[in-house]
Nanobody
Framework: QVQLVESGGGVVQAGGSLRLSCAASGRTFSSYAMGWFRHAPGKDRQFVAA????????SYADSVKGRFTISRDNAKDMVYLQMDSLKPEDTAVYCC???????????????WGQGTQVTVSS
């Protein structure tokens, strides 16, 4: 089993940057693909980024491509989301999740964190 705890959210002005962290516990963390998702009020949960268990492949939603970067450090059981050039429409609760297979589909993610709030002011 994997437990996930996010941190690094906050309030930032448009054009600014934030780095989200996701700390994982569990002996098999390095064997899981990891993803970041976001949920804004009144909207469905949205895929943001995913990374394979080795870190060799990544995927991004079109809305964040070129602005966000997902990475992981298996030695530290950590996953990160570097968010640059933030826009007000990026405002949401951001959650990290773990899946046995590399996918962008939330239904295939088995473990979820509680989330961290990101607010981008205009």
């Amino acid at each position: 089993q994997v437990q996930l705890v996010e941190s690094g959210g906050g309030v930032v002005q448009a054009g600014g940057s934030l780095r989200l962290s996701c700390a994982a516990s569990g002996r098999t963390f390095s064997s899981y693909a990891m993803g970041w998702f976001r949920h804004a009020p009144g909207k469905d949960r949205q895929f943001v980024a995913a990374i394979t268990w080795t870190g060799s492949s990544t995927s991004y939603a079109d809305s964040v491509k070129g602005r966000f970067t997902i990475s992981r450090d298996n030695a530290k059981d950590m996953v990160y989301l570097q968010m640059d050039s933030l826009k007000p429409e990026d405002t949401a609760v951001y959650c990290c999740a773990a899946a046995r297979d590399y996918t962008v589909l939330p239904a295939y993610y088995h473990y979820w964190g509680q989330g961290t709030q990101v607010t981008v002011s205009s």
